[in-house]
């Protein structure tokens, strides 16, 4: 906790907003998407999706195949305390909306669906501008996914592909290297090796247009460390760290540049 609360201050120290934003990549995005106050009926999709587990107090056994819960000391837990702790908060969820809705990708992948509290956003993102896009989430625990399938049927959200199996195993396969990801968002597991493995594994993926969301960059020591190598990578060209977020974009006609953005 106490590691956060400096990361925290340093990024507050540093952080800027579109003011001083001089790309107009970034100053369209941040001033279209991340700064857009606009209410929309999505929204509510997703109150009501949240709402819904916040309400289920079942237990459910969770295999952890991550970094380990900084909140849960047993593997036993109430579906609703997952949602309220782990998942990804109200407002992160509109925002993983509107980036998505932003940027119109025609193919999704979710690295950790958890409960799908963001998958919801990804699948309804998708829907809003005017198609189905397919949305591919990868999550390891059998009984977390039960619970997020039931929740995708519940709520309609038919575009949602949900597989379950080990990252490593899925990211591994050579078939993958031919799929063509537009957005990945990388929530299963925080740390520096599994993130950098995940990186590398998807980089043949990638395109112009592909936006990748890394969560949860000043989580650990190592995590930053890890932000830290993807950052200079030879590939990438602009990243936006939005302190709970790292944002990466492979823009060959972009220079590279280092955002630290309030949110």
């Not at 929204?43 to 107090?57: G, H, T």
């Not at 919801?120 to 989430?137: D, F, N, P, Q």
């Not at 060209?237 to 060959?252: K, P, S, Y």
Request: proline letters at 3%; a positive charge.
């Amino acid at each position: 906790m106490l590691f956060q609360i400096k990361s925290y201050l340093q990024f507050l120290w540093h952080s800027k907003n579109e003011h001083a934003v001089h790309s107009p990549f970034v100053f369209s995005l941040l001033t279209k998407c991340f700064y857009d106050k606009k209410l929309k009926p999505e929204y509510a999709v997703l109150r009501k999706y949240r709402n819904s587990l916040l309400a289920n107090n079942n237990t459910i056994e969770v295999t952890d195949f991550g970094a380990g819960s900084k909140v849960f000391k047993s593997n036993t837990r109430v579906i609703s305390k997952i949602a309220k702790t782990a998942g990804i908060s109200p407002k992160r969820a509109e925002l993983l909306f509107r980036i998505t809705n932003y940027f119109q990708p025609n193919s999704t992948l979710e690295i950790g669906t958890s409960l799908g509290l963001a998958t919801s956003a990804l699948s309804l993102g998708s829907r809003s501008v005017g198609r189905k896009a397919k949305i591919t989430t990868l999550e390891g625990c059998p009984e977390t996914a039960k619970i997020a399938q039931l929740q995708f049927e519940n709520f309609n959200l038919d575009n949602v592909n949900q597989i379950v199996n080990e990252f490593s195993s899925f990211l591994g396969d050579i078939q993958l290297q031919t799929l063509n990801f537009q957005l990945i968002y990388f929530d299963g597991n925080h740390s520096k090796k599994a993130t950098l493995d995940y990186f590398e594994l998807l980089l043949p993926t990638i395109t112009n247009e592909t936006v990748w969301i890394f969560d949860d960059i000043h989580w650990s020591p190592e995590m930053e460390e890890a932000w830290e190598i993807i950052k200079k990578h030879p590939n990438v060209t602009v990243t936006i760290d939005t302190f709970q977020w790292g944002l990466v974009f492979f823009r060959r006609e972009q220079p590279k540049e280092h955002f630290i953005i309030r949110m």
